[in-house]
């Protein structure tokens, strides 16, 4: 190659000309023995410039006026990335330049140094008749190109580009894979290219292909919200009982309900298998629901008949849901916590088991509606479980301001509580609280003495009315919850049938204690 010529902007005049599509002033120059071949600081020449622009009498007159035995070299010159004239009249849809072209010689199939080709950047621009031409001229349909290795196929439906696709099927291969083993189907699912997913349905793609990682089109489609693609899907007998990875617990549904694509998880519910619901080794959808704090995705799950127990959870290292929802770690990492309450009560309504660890979790009070939501709507264990949960409480006496309000509030016993580990270590005014639903003047000697020891070391301020004996109202509500049961007095219902007059019935409940201590919580 001969630089004889050297312009400002490391063009050509021959390769300016071509560029503004002058074919008079090409002529002129080509008359008068300039260059066709000198390259700009790209590597461009005329004849990239010329087919780049469409300007195809320019893209004849610089065939013509390369020498007949360097044509083919010449139609095939590369830029400093590997791109040819024919790769840019075909990313630039310019048909009758890419005639031209490919009569002198192009090469249909070189790739570019970022592994495209004139057929693949065709189809990336959308130009249809240009992809028609290069296929009927014999170019690789099936080629792999990029760093994934995606085949023309696959970029034809990631544009939506419907009528290409409409074209390809008939001449590509419809299951060819990524290096991800992704389907071009799965592509038209993962993005939501109704129109190219249906073509490829039609022309028979497999609608249960699995990538690599063992994503089915389906899945895809749940997880990105697809909806219609879904609906395409189930109509052309997509599985949704195939598990979707190496653990062989996901299905499309769990993505829904992860998500909370709502349209979607109710479409998917009645043909799912309900295996996946309790079955051993599983994962219910209930837990995709409630670690993605997702309560709108809770509800139709729940509303359907999915169990708010569930199976234990190995994947998540929890024995149920609602376990998982008052684990603090979980919540304590930036969740909602009006969606932690929300999901709660959801379970809870819907019939959720709570088991003696559950209160137990509860007690610390990281998130205070969870033990007022489960005391509300499960009430106290009852047996050995209600003494097991006493013996929790007393290992948890630094959080009984927290607890003990909600717990005598249920109907515990405060009877129960009177511990010498209690008497020792709880606060002032728990430890006054307590007193106060009780007879104080009636305590053994060895809980009096604790107390006399904690005034005499200012680690008790006790109110001055624990100084004489309660009066005779205090005393009569004792004896009637000594009657009735502290559960049985913890329940409006229960009270308002109780020969009293309106006025004592929430005195009856220990409303007034529950009042004058500002820690009291409220359900």
Known sequence: MIFT??????????????????????????????????????????????????????????????ASDNCEDYVNSLTHNSETSLYFAAMNGHLRAARHLI????????????????????????HKKVVELLVREGAEVNGRYFISSWSCLHQAVYKGHAEIVRFLVNVCSLEVVDDYGITPLFVAAQYGHQHCLE???????????????????????????????????LTHNADPNLYCNEEQWQLPIHAAAQFSRISILEKLIPVTNRECDRGWGLVSPVYLAVVSGQ???????????????????????????????????????GSD???????TKMLLVAGARVSLDTYIMTLHGDVPEHLSLILEYSGLPKGKQLEALVQATLSKVAHASFWLPLLLKAGLDPLLLLEQKMLEEAESTVLNFLLDFINWKTLPSTLLHILSQRRAQNTWMPHKRFESVPDLTHLCRLAVRATVGSHALSKS??????????????????????????????S
């Open 5 to 66: 010529e050297c312009y400002q902007d490391t063009c050509s005049a021959v390769a300016l000309a071509a560029r503004r599509g002058d074919c008079r002033l090409l002529q002129r120059l080509l008359k008068n023995g300039q260059s066709v071949d000198v390259k700009d600081n790209r590597g461009w020449c005329a004849l990239h410039e010329a087919a780049a622009g469409g300007h195809a009498q320019c893209v004849r007159l610089l065939l013509s006026a390369s």
């Open 103 to 126: 009569r002198a010689g192009a090469d249909l199939n070189k790739m570019s140094n970022d592994l495209s080709s004139p057929l693949f950047a065709a189809v990336d621009s959308g």
């Open 199 to 233: 073509i490829l349905a039609n022309a028979g793609a497999n609608v249960n292909c699995q990538a690599k990682d063992m994503a089915t089109p389906l899945l895809i489609a749940s997880q990105e919200g697809h909806l219609s693609c879904v609906e395409l899907l």
């Open 295 to 333: 309560a709108e995705s809770l509800l139709p799950l729940l509303r359907e008949g999915y169990s708010p127990d569930a199976q234990s959870c190995k994947e998540f290292g929890y024995s149920c849901p609602l376990d998982m929802v008052l684990g603090s770690n979980f919540w304590s990492a």
């Open 337 to 343: 916590l009006h969606q932690s309450r929300e999901i």
């Open 493 to 522: 219902s229960f009270v308002r049938q109780l020969p009293v007059p309106t006025l004592l019935q929430d005195y009856l409940q220990f409303s007034d204690i529950s009042s004058a201590y500002s820690f009291t919580a409220s």
